[in-house]
Nanobody, 127 residues
Framework: QLQFVDSGGDLVQPGGSLRLSCEVS????????IGWFRQAPGKEREGVSC????????NYTDSVKGRFTISRDNAKNTVYLQMDSLRPEDTAVYYC????????????????????WGQGTQVTVSS
């Protein structure tokens, strides 16, 4: 059973920045595709970004392109989501998710494609 911890959420003003972290237990991160998702109150969970197992491929939902950057450090067993120019509409609980795909050069931002989920971290963008 893969275990990981999402962290880094906070209250930030519009235009500010946050960096979320997803730390995976054990030295296995390099075998997993990682995605970041978010869920705002009353809305469905949506994919934000993803990165392939070896980091060669990333995807972003249109609303965060140019503002968010996903990266991974397999040596530290951690995936990051750098979020800049934050907007009130980015307010949500953010979840890290994983799926075992060591040889897949692509990644997905569809919730149905992931089977391991973190506990979530709250991001609130407000003045």
């Amino acid at each position: 059973q893969l275990q990981f911890v999402d962290s880094g959420g906070d209250l930030v003003q519009p235009g500010g920045s946050l960096r979320l972290s997803c730390e995976v237990s054990g030295n296995v991160l390099q075998y997993y595709v990682i995605g970041w998702f978010r869920q705002a109150p009353g809305k469905e969970r949506e994919g934000v970004s993803c990165v392939s197992a070896m980091g060669g491929s990333t995807n972003y939902t249109d609303s965060v392109k140019g503002r968010f950057t996903i990266s991974r450090d397999n040596a530290k067993n951690t995936v990051y989501l750098q979020m800049d120019s934050l907007r009130p509409e980015d307010t949500a609980v953010y979840y890290c998710a994983a799926v075992f795909r060591p040889f897949d050069s692509r990644c997905s931002t569809q919730t149905r494609d992931y089977n391991y989920w973190g506990q979530g971290t709250q991001v609130t963008v407000s003045s």
